[in-house]
């Protein structure tokens, strides 16, 4: 299993729209968690963090499934500017052990 | 809070040379984390310096190479350029270790001719 694996999408919804993403992870002794955003050309920036079993931040939400060892993002009532694509992290283990490792990402498209 | 600053911001160079890029972290942050992000694709890990000692190293040739200065501010330099190294390079930085986010500059745009 990859350390960190998404699906690339893209995902392509309607303004309002629910929209979920999974992420699975293979280092079981993982603790936190982050999801980020990223838009063309431009830098990673922190969404959410997720540290016990989940995380709410207004329509987003992240939650995690220690057991079957995926995180997953729930945006609910998306926007247009929703759309991008947005980054799993997870710690890293064996050589990568104290790293962060970014998934490869899931693209979004929000459309009218 | 001043964030991570990155420069330059665009960098033209031609094969062969050689390219020095720029980063200064969020205060108060002691690791400076490298990636290489070609047109595209996802982002690959290169160099996490921690406290001034390099901590890991991602898969990439030793012509990549860099330091952190007593201040945490760190450079990467890259040797002998070829044109597959054209891509946006990301420095971010955090507290340390993998409880922490990693915050990121707006990145250096590094053109090889």
């Known amino acids: 299993r990859k350390e960190v694996e998404q699906d690339p999408g893209p995902f392509n919804v309607p303004e309002g729209a629910t929209v979920a993403f999974n992420c699975t992870y293979s280092?079981?002794?993982?603790?936190?968690f982050f999801w980020y955003r990223q838009d063309c050309r431009k830098e990673p920036k922190l969404l959410m963090s997720v540290y016990s079993s989940g995380n709410e931040d207004g329509r987003f939400t992240a939650q995690l499934n220690r057991a079957s060892q995926y995180i997953s993002l729930l945006i609910r009532d998306s926007k247009l500017s929703d759309s991008a694509t947005y980054l799993c992290?997870?710690?890293?283990?064996?050589?990568?052990?104290?790293?962060?490792?970014f998934g490869k990402g899931t693209k979004l498209s929000v459309k009218p | 809070e001043a964030g991570v600053t990155q420069s330059p911001t665009h960098l033209i160079k031609t094969r062969g040379q050689q390219a020095t890029l720029r980063c200064s972290p969020i205060?108060?942050?002691?690791?400076v984390y490298w990636y290489q992000q070609a047109l595209g694709l996802g982002l690959q890990f290169l160099l996490w310096y921690d406290e001034g000692e390099e901590r890991n190293r991602g898969n990439f040739p030793p012509r990549f190479s860099g330091r952190q200065f007593p201040n945490y501010s760190s450079e990467l330099n890259v040797n002998a350029l070829e044109l597959e190294d054209s891509a946006l390079y990301l420095c971010?930085?955090?507290?340390?270790?993998?409880?922490?986010?990693?915050?990121f500059g707006d990145g250096t745009r590094l053109s090889i001719l």
């Open positions: 992290v997870a710690p890293g283990g064996g050589g990568s052990q104290g790293n962060l490792i």
């Open positions: 971010a930085s955090s507290y340390g270790g993998s409880d922490q986010p990693q915050h």
């Open positions: 280092n079981s002794a993982s603790q936190s």
């Open positions: 205060s108060g942050h002691t690791s």
